[in-house]
């Protein structure tokens, strides 16, 4: 496999990242979803206009894995009053970290962790967290090799359907 690289996600990029977004959400989930709540989900949340706000986010950055001058997975990270839901200025919240299923097992969300630790390095954070699915095992796996630990849960919401988020964190030495 020829090298992947991994590169800051600009405004110019909006269709690429909308693509990429909605291709690995529906890939992940959607055998174990309903499609009218996951069409819902990738309609709101992969919106022209939820992007475009979320790429010009100053407390948020978003990373494309490239192979052959293509996407195939992207991070999304936010701090600050960014974060979905943990609101200090010592943390960093990984929103998302996908990849496409053709490139799973090739150690491509490993090289997106570590962009994701290098970027908490940089902020001086005490510690990353983020929510998994309670029923993505292969996830969790992942993040808990990683040195993330379970410490809560919270409701997501997919369409009309409230599903069970595991919140993890890795917390740093300080």
Known sequence: MKTVTIREITINDINKLQHIERLTFSETFSTDNNEED????????FSTEKIKIELQDNNSIFYFAMYNEEPIGYLKLNWGKSQTEIKTENSLEIERIYILKEFHGKKI???LFEKALEIAQIKNVNYIWLGVWEYNTKAIH???KNGFVAFDKHVFKLGNDLQTDIMMKRVFNS
């Open 142 to 144: 992942f993040y808990e």
């Open 38 to 45: 996951m069409n819902k989900y990738l309609e709101t949340s």
């Open 109 to 111: 969300g490993q090289l």
